[in-house]
């Protein structure tokens, strides 16, 4: 699928986002999310930039561990899930503002971040929607610092057999029929969400990819009966 494409599939289901992901998740999305910042090892004084952040969702839970002294970024290309995630900063939950995250609109293919500049350099569910799965990775791993932390949540294919098959019966059957319904998205922006994920490495390939892009002791923690999961890996301090 063409980039464009993508970014107008996006750009179409923006407002309902939030809601589906919470909805089809069971509302597990949240807990994903926290779980990867707690692999992150994020720590208050660390800058964080989030690619393909959409509405923010995971820029966000970063930005609850992040102090004064550092920040968070998240970037992504499309720009109407972004304006989301700015409405998300003006009404704070709690006593968290927010005040040390920013949102900005960017190409995760070519980041406009110098090399060596944040400590952790995460994505959640969005590197799949890179047109060159490697190329994003090497981009993040270039603004990352050397010792820094790249983190991908995303979405994987469970390994029991016994729940593949009913969790792709709900995945490829149930899922899609929902999403498109309540987001009235007549490009089947919900079906293209199984059919990505199917064609998207596993968790060992991903790992494999990943080393190749320069990052070591790469680790990864299946989720939830192994529907999603969490790699993360360091950049080599003697990488460039």
């Given amino acids: 699928m063409q980039a464009q494409r993508i970014k107008n599939l996006f750009s179409a289901i923006a407002r309902y986002y939030d809601f589906l992901n919470a909805l ?5 999305d949240k807990m994903w999310r926290r ?39 998240g970037s992504d290309f499309c720009f109407e899930m972004l304006v989301i995630g700015d409405q998300k900063l003006q009404q704070p939950v709690g006593a968290v503002s927010h005040r040390t995250t920013n949102f900005l609109t ?21 590197i799949r929607n890179v047109s060159d799965l490697e190329m994003g990775i090497r981009e993040m791993t270039r603004v990352a610092t050397p010792g820094g932390r790249v ?7 469970p390994t029991n057999p016994l729940f593949r098959g009913l969790y792709y019966f709900y995945f490829t059957k149930i899922l899609p029929f929902v999403g498109n319904l309540i987001s009235r998205n007549k490009d089947d ?15 060992d390939a991903l790992k494999g990819v990943m080393e190749q892009c320069g990052l070591t002791d790469v680790r990864f923690h299946r989720k939830t009966f ?13 990488i460039y």
């Avoid at 983190?151 to 294919?157: G, M, R, W």
């Avoid at 192994?226 to 003697?238: C, P």
Wanted: proline content about 4%; hydrophobic content about 40%; charged content about 20%.
């Fill in 106 to 126: 960017a190409d995760t293919l070519i980041l406009p971040f110098l090399d060596d500049t944040f400590d952790v350099v995460s994505v959640g569910f969005g």
């Fill in 189 to 203: 922006a919900y079906g293209y969400l199984p059919r990505s994920v199917m064609k998207f490495p596993n968790c």
């Fill in 24 to 28: 089809l998740s069971l509302k597990r």
């Fill in 35 to 73: 779980e990867t910042v707690k692999a992150s090892d994020v720590k208050p004084t660390n800058k964080v930039l989030d690619v393909c952040t959409g509405t923010g969702e995971l820029a966000l839970a970063y930005s609850d561990k992040i102090g004064a002294e550092g920040f968070v970024i």
């Fill in 226 to 238: 192994g529907i999603v999961a969490i790699h993360v890996g360091k950049k080599s301090k003697n």
């Fill in 151 to 157: 983190v991908i949540l995303e979405f994987t294919q």
